[in-house]
């Protein structure tokens, strides 16, 4: 789970039997192409990809665009086309295109619909054959030979040791040093359930080849704020059944949403259990007779239960940014990188960790830092959620030398690593400098990311007022009902929506930006099949 293993794999071939070469390739399809600025096309192989292109220009040009777009959802199965290499493909895709071309010129509405899709197969096939010819990028040893070097997933490498037997002269998997490459791709390899939640991680770009991904990570928390957020029963169960019907009837994104629609409803349907809500009725939840829960659950909405909501969604997103340090740090062990992750990773995940009980015994104070080594009231949220009486001043004594002695070591740190690379004085001072305004601004986002995260507690009071609004107009009978049925649509598409886009938001900015470069490439197989055509190669 995670970052699929790679192996660098290189071919070399008589330049006679290149097409035998590309064909094997194509069908073996998990191949991804080298490509350096000192690697070129070759002339045939290029001939043949402007030869591909020319076909799908034609066939666009033919097709009309309201055809193009519909014609995909009107038959489920492909249309294959069997060559024996790319030349022949590209005669057959000529012919056809000429033979429909003359078809579609004289045919009625209803036939041109299903012309449509025969044009549509040729067309997308054309365009794959094209996208994978010119990214086939070639060294020569000498005129009668070239090589051709790429990538293939590990747990494939002896089905294309034995595919490419004629050609293949290494096969290597992808060493650390190999992996800080910036051509080395980035292959997923998650289940299911996970993969649905890489879209969110591709916001941000891919991640490197040796980097953590963190696809697994936002898989079990993007469903659990979206649940906070949009904590009710019967709405988590409207989301379900709604994700449901989306898997049963459509296909392609609209099957990819709905699943990620029914984790988000089961989401929402756990915590709205748990809070004891459902369409806004509140209810004491049947959980508290198997385990013990907070006071405050108990019958449901409160004032309350307002402030213990906002305390979870602070202590959520303080374990949430804590993963976001930690993973900054694994990245750069990974990279061996280990004055980076000593020096800067360590110390910014110490800092955080003391910050956060540093600001609590502060905001305990109320905010009187004179008097805090002194204070014996209980420090906020270690008694209202964990039961335990922690003195203010116990925290400050323990906190504040280890959040100083993290700041001096960042503050060195910085000077060290920019020594190691400009051994001169300016240089020091600058850094030593930079160091400084980093703990010091660290120091402050720290503060404002941990309280981004006060938005999983508002959106979840707001969305409970809106419900609590709708089922006020049940009072007005049967014109209420009616009434209060379309206000429960409303809110959910428009809290489902805000939801939606607040959990990116905490995702995206809050968290990815303290680790995340995004600057890896994906892995991109060479394709033979598609959504309405499939290439045989006989």
């Known amino acids: 789970m995670g970052i699929a293993r790679l192996s660098h794999v290189a071919l070399i071939c008589p330049r006679i039997e290149i097409l035998r070469l590309v064909t094997i390739l194509c069908e073996f399809g998990d191949f991804h192409p080298l490509e350096r600025d000192n690697l070129v096309q070759d002339i045939d192989v290029l001939i043949l990809s402007s030869r591909a292109v020319g076909i799908y220009a034609d066939a666009t040009h033919i097709l009309p665009p309201d055809y ?44 041109k619909k299903l012309l449509a899709y025969d044009l549509e197969a040729v067309r997308q096939a054309a365009l794959a054959l094209f996208n994978n010819l010119r990214r086939l990028r070639f060294s020569y040893e000498d005129k009668r030979f070239v090589i051709l070097e790429g990538f293939v997933p590990t747990k494939e490498i002896e089905l294309f040791r034995k595919t490419t037997y004629d050609f293949l ?20 390899s998650n289940p299911r359930s996970v993969s649905l939640f890489e879209n969110v991680t591709l916001l941000s770009g891919f991640p490197k080849y040796n980097e953590i991904d963190p696809t697994p990570v936002i898989a079990f928390v993007f469903p659990l704020f979206f649940g906070i957020m949009f904590s009710d029963l019967g709405h988590g169960i409207v989301l379900v059944l709604f994700g449901y019907a989306l898997t049963r009837w459509f296909r392609g994104s609209y099957n990819y949403w709905g699943q990620l629609i029914m984790i988000l409803g089961s989401a929402s349907i756990v915590v709205g259990f748990i809070r004891g809500s459902f369409f806004g009725y509140q209810f004491t939840s049947p959980l508290g007779l198997l385990i013990p829960l907070p006071a405050v659950l108990n019958g449901g909405f409160s004032i309350a239960s307002v402030s213990f909501w906002i305390e979870i969604s602070i202590i959520l997103g303080t374990f949430h940014l804590s ?28 800092l955080y960790g003391s910050a956060v009980p540093l600001m609590l015994a502060v905001i305990g104070g109320g905010l009187d830092v004179q ?35 993290s700041i001096v070591i960042l503050v060195v740190g910085r000077a060290i690593i920019s020594f190691r ?25 720290f503060f404002v990311n941990t309280l981004s995260y006060v938005r999983l507690g508002i959106l979840l009071i707001l969305g409970s007022l809106l419900v609590s609004f709708s089922i006020s107009a049940l009072s007005f009978g049967v014109i209420g009902i009616i009434a209060a049925f379309f206000l429960n649509i ?49």
């Open 490 to 538: 409303a809110v959910m598409a428009i809290e489902g929506f805000m939801v939606y886009i607040q959990d990116l938001r905490l995702h995206v900015y809050e968290w990815f930006s303290n680790f995340y470069s995004g600057e890896g490439i994906p892995f991109e197989p060479l394709i033979s099949k598609g959504l309405s055509f499939a290439i045989h190669w006989a």
């Open 169 to 188: 002269i290494s096969s290597e998997p992808v060493d650390e040093e190999e992996a800080k490459k910036e051509d080395v791709p980035t292959m997923f």
């Open 421 to 445: 690379n400009d051994q001169s004085r300016w240089r020091l001072e600058k850094s030593i400098g930079a160091g400084l305004v980093e703990g010091l601004v660290k120091s402050f986002e």
């Open 68 to 111: 193009a777009s519909s014609t995909v959802s009107s038959r489920s199965k492909p249309i294959t086309f069997e060559a024996k290499n790319p030349s022949l493909l590209i005669e057959l895709l000529a012919r056809q295109l000429e033979s429909l071309e003359a078809l579609f010129a004289n045919a009625s509405e209803d036939a």
């Open 323 to 350: 993963t976001g340090y930690s993973l900054s740090l694994l990245n750069s062990i990974r990279s061996r990188e280990y004055a980076k992750a000593f020096l800067s990773g360590l110390p910014t995940l110490v």
């Open 371 to 405: 008097n805090l080594f002194s204070m014996n009231d209980p420090t906020p949220f270690f008694k209202e959620l964990l039961g335990i009486i922690v003195p203010i001043s116990l925290v400050v004594i323990i906190s504040l030398p280890v959040f100083l002695s």
